[in-house]
């Protein structure tokens, strides 16, 4: 028995499927793109949490060396490249350029920005560039890369592979990123036409569908052009907010039949949890983050949040990272191991206490002193805060001399008898 059930529920979900999809056919005017998406309040939500995440992530240029201790790594606040990232251009900010880039590279699959520099000396801007006006040209024989341009007032310019800076994600061709969107840009059209079928339906009132009759023996209207006048004076005198109004029908016409619409038996409100669950699913982001609490708890969303960061998060600040490397970084600053990294570890941070707790272990154990734990906490350091610990607190002196006058008790010590 229970198989007919689920074959009658999906038998419904599949109708609404097709009924929005019939009744809204053609209300977005084109299909679902980069530029659009934005409509559906999933990929609305997805976007921003990615490019906020990442763009108040601090940037650094460090210089790895490798010394007897192991691999160190020192950061150069002042390397141009780290001038560069703190102010991109002359009209965006840091924050803005990498809220702009970070938007741009999740919806499109990549994202390019010329490198604008003056006669001689370093990169001086990033001058971000529409990734539609943007096509990459590989040779088939030496396979070099440059790219077509037709954006601004150098239309159809041709930029070699050294004056541009680009960061794609996966991509079918080897070449130019491909776009999530476009992957399950049926998924996304489908909650947009429920989003615009729940809108329309709420902006007329939420008024049901009426069906007029003739009484019997009435002639009707005259013509068919006043049947139409009535119906479009009926809608205006009723529709939205002017509903529960007075009504006075034309001679020899019955009272309407409304037909209601049952939404959880039409499955609406189910098809709409189901796209938001297909699209996060699309992108890697957890149910969570885009207002599916169902299966929520506290602990499980700081677990999924964490993963969150690891899963999505990471994987693209470490393509910008790897772009940022190839190209911003002359060739002596690779030579010297000049590396720039995104510091996720200001939002993959947990709590005080644990973060606490973690830290006095590291120090404990010797793997931290003092005034790294000061670093890591945003304080600056402190006299003899250099010093490590390495048998922890109880023991971080043992070693030393015993400096007692007394002598010690033992045999050798004692006189004999």
């Known amino acids: 028995m229970r198989w007919f059930w689920q ?118 801007e990033l001058i971000p560039l529409d990734p539609k006006c943007v096509t990459p040209k590989q040779d088939p024989k030496t396979y070099a890369v440059h790219f077509k341009v037709t954006q601004g007032a150098n239309a159809n310019m041709e930029v070699p592979l050294a004056k541009m800076f680009h960061a794609r994600g996966p991509a079918r061709d080897f070449l130019e990123g491909d776009s999530p969107v476009k992957d399950v840009a049926l998924a996304i059209n489908l909650e947009i036409m429920a989003e615009k079928f729940g809108a329309t339906f709420f902006k007329n009132g939420a008024l049901p569908l009426l069906i007029f009759n003739y009484q019997d023996g009435s002639a009707g209207f005259e013509t068919v052009d006043q049947g139409k006048q009535f119906i479009a004076d009926f809608q205006e005198a009723f529709g939205g907010g002017k509903r529960n109004r007075s009504m006075l029908l034309p001679k020899g016409m019955d009272k309407p039949t409304p037909v209601g619409i049952e939404h959880d038996k039409a499955q609406f409100l189910e098809t709409r949890k189901h796209q938001r669950t297909v699209i996060a699913g699309a992108f890697g982001v957890p149910p969570h983050l885009v207002g599916d609490l169902e299966r929520a708890t506290f602990n499980n969303v700081e677990q999924q949040d964490q993963d969150f960061t690891q899963n999505v998060v990471m994987p693209v600040s470490m393509a ?26 200001s939002i993959l941070r947990a709590d005080f206490k644990s973060r606490q707790e973690g830290l006095k272990m ?19 350091p402190r006299a003899k805060g250099d010093e490590f610990w390495d048998e922890g607190p109880s023991g971080q002196n043992t070693g030393t001399e015993n400096d007692d006058d007394e002598p010690n008790d033992t045999a050798e010590n004692q006189e004999p008898e």
Not at 7 to 16: N, T
Not at 45 to 50: C, K, L, P
Request: charged share 30%; proline share 4%.
């Open 7 to 124: 074959r009658e529920e999906k038998a419904q979900f599949e109708d609404v499927l097709m009924r929005l999809i019939a009744a809204q056919e053609g209300m977005l005017g084109a299909d679902v793109t980069p530029d659009n998406c934005m409509q559906s309040p999933t990929v609305h939500a997805i976007v921003t949490s990615i490019s906020r995440r990442l763009s108040v992530t601090p940037i650094h240029v460090f210089e790895r060396t490798m010394t007897t201790a192991g691999e160190q790594k020192k950061k150069l606040p002042n390397h141009p490249v780290a001038k560069l990232l703190q102010k991109p251009n002359s009209w965006q900010t840091r924050l803005d350029f990498w809220q702009d880039a970070t938007s741009v590279f999740v919806r499109h699959g990549r994202f390019y920005a010329f490198k604008s520099r003056g006669s001689t000396g370093p990169i001086r």
């Open 320 to 345: 910008f990272e790897a772009a940022m490397e190839r190209d911003l970084l002359t060739d002596e600053d690779r030579r010297k191991g000049i590396v720039i990294r995104f510091n996720l570890d």
């Open 362 to 380: 590291q120090r404990e154990m010797g793997i931290i002193n003092a005034n790294e734990w000061r670093e890591i906490e945003g304080r600056n």
